[in-house]
């Protein structure tokens, strides 16, 4: 018999995409009847909200109003005005988009509100609640006061059992720093008198928590040949062929102007490099973690056997590149989805994301690999996992 684990990726609104998979393979279930399919679930960020609207056991119709809705999307990232907004940020934000957005205060409120039969639980209550009292859950998230990752369990021993609820795990989850969020997620986890002070898991390197969540089932004492994973991404971002050229373009001229202090016309392509640079670098926590996670639990599971093993771990998100092959309308369709960020509230935004799962549905948009290297045209060329979703969904 399998142990079949769900692991869902941090990606804030992009994670729409993980409800249209869950609805493509089960149709509009409840929320419990999914995940009594399973023995553990591991969420970070928007995957963790997908995990909460689950637990509350609403439809996967009824999740889908969690990014459908604009009032529920501006609930969750609600925007600072200028004065509820820090120094620097509340000046920066005047003249460049650089800095926290959004109230983490507003987000606690908003996902206590939205999942109200939740927050009244304690994690380790909620295999019960759902129906499936050895199934558990698992959400990640990064302690800023230790500067390590944090994982919260709805399982574990009574010295290490945490009194915290998911909607509080959730929020730590969710809670993107930099360019998002303004301070950590702070809640206290009344068992063990602990105070945290909590950003998004991603920022420990588990946007993508599949390694996390098969080792969790070593430490558990699961054969590893008996596991079988299902990881749902939340689109995965190539750079794209004009980005590459605007990042090397700023870079050349950058160097090239840096000791002409007198030369005020150059100003303007330092100050965009500089905000390049530190975007960035913010958000790579979302591009290689994610790729190094997949790679590595498919290393990890051969230890229990290979002859299997491209049953036993699929990998299911949309690969955002475009091939020489792709119609005129799926290259323009990419090239509107590499400008999107995570945090989408516009309904033509969430749109977008629609029409991405249904041409990745459709096998126009190619899925992740597991790995895969760039030939001299760069080009993509799969080595291990499915090309497309069809083929993936087809393993479920």
């Known amino acids: 018999?399998?142990?079949?684990?769900?692991?869902?990726?941090?990606?804030?609104?992009w994670s729409i995409l993980q409800l249209l998979t869950l609805k493509e393979k089960y149709g509009d279930i409840a929320g419990h009847d999914i995940l009594k399919k399973f023995d553990m679930v591991i969420a970070n960020s928007g995957g963790s909200i997908v995990l909460a609207a689950l637990a509350e056991n609403w439809t996967l119709s009824q999740a889908l109003g969690l990014f459908d809705s604009p009032e529920i999307r501006q609930q969750i990232f609600s925007v600072n005005s200028f004065w509820e907004r820090f120094f620097p940020i509340d000046y920066f934000r005047l003249f460049i988009s650089f800095g926290p957005k959004y109230s983490t205060a507003k987000k606690a409120q908003a996902f206590a509100e939205l999942f109200p039969n939740?927050?009244?639980?304690?994690?380790?209550e909620l295999p019960d609640f759902i129906g499936n009292p050895e199934l558990k859950l698992i959400v990640c998230?990064?302690?800023?006061?230790?500067?390590?990752?944090?994982f919260f369990r709805s399982y574990g021993d009574s010295e290490r059992f945490e009194s915290v609820r998911l909607t509080e795990a959730i929020h730590a989850s969710s809670n993107a720093p930099v360019q998002y969020f303004d301070f950590p997620a702070h809640f206290k986890d009344n068992s063990r008198k602990i105070n945290y002070e909590l950003w998004d898991g991603a920022v420990a390197g588990f946007?993508?928590?599949?390694?996390?969540?098969?080792?969790?089932?070593?430490?558990?004492?699961?054969?590893?040949?008996?596991?079988?994973?299902?990881?749902?991404?939340?689109?995965?971002?190539l750079m794209s062929a004009a980005d590459k050229k605007t990042y090397c373009e700023l870079n050349y001229r950058t160097q090239r102007y840096k000791s002409q202090k007198w030369n005020l016309l150059s100003l303007n392509t330092q100050r965009r490099y500089f905000c390049n640079n530190m975007i960035n670098q913010a958000n790579s926590i979302l591009d290689d973690p994610p790729d190094w996670a997949n790679y590595v639990t498919y290393m990890f599971l051969q230890t229990g056997g290979t002859e299997d093993l491209q049953q036993r771990f699929i990998r299911l998100s949309p690969l955002i590149y475009q091939t020489k092959n792709s119609e005129p309308a799926v290259k323009e369709l990419v090239r509107q989805l590499y400008a999107l960020d995570m945090d989408l509230t516009d309904?033509?935004?969430?749109?977008?994301?629609?029409?991405?799962?249904?041409?990745?549905?459709a096998g126009n948009i190619l899925n992740q690999p597991i790995s895969y290297h760039l030939d001299k045209d760069d080009c993509v060329q799969h080595v291990r996992g499915d090309k497309y979703f069809a083929d993936a969904l087809a393993k479920w």
Do not use: H
């Not at 939740?118 to 380790?124: F, H, S």
């Open 141 to 150: 998230a990064y302690d800023a006061l230790n500067k390590r990752a944090k």
């Open 1 to 13: 018999m399998n142990y079949n684990i769900l692991s869902l990726d941090g990606g804030g609104s």
């Open 118 to 124: 939740i927050n009244r639980r304690q994690m380790r």
């Open 347 to 361: 309904r033509a935004d969430m749109d977008l994301i629609k029409q991405c799962f249904t041409e990745w549905a």
């Open 207 to 237: 946007n993508n928590p599949v390694t996390a969540g098969v080792i969790e089932a070593f430490k558990a004492g699961v054969d590893l040949g008996t596991v079988k994973v299902v990881s749902l991404g939340t689109g995965n971002k």
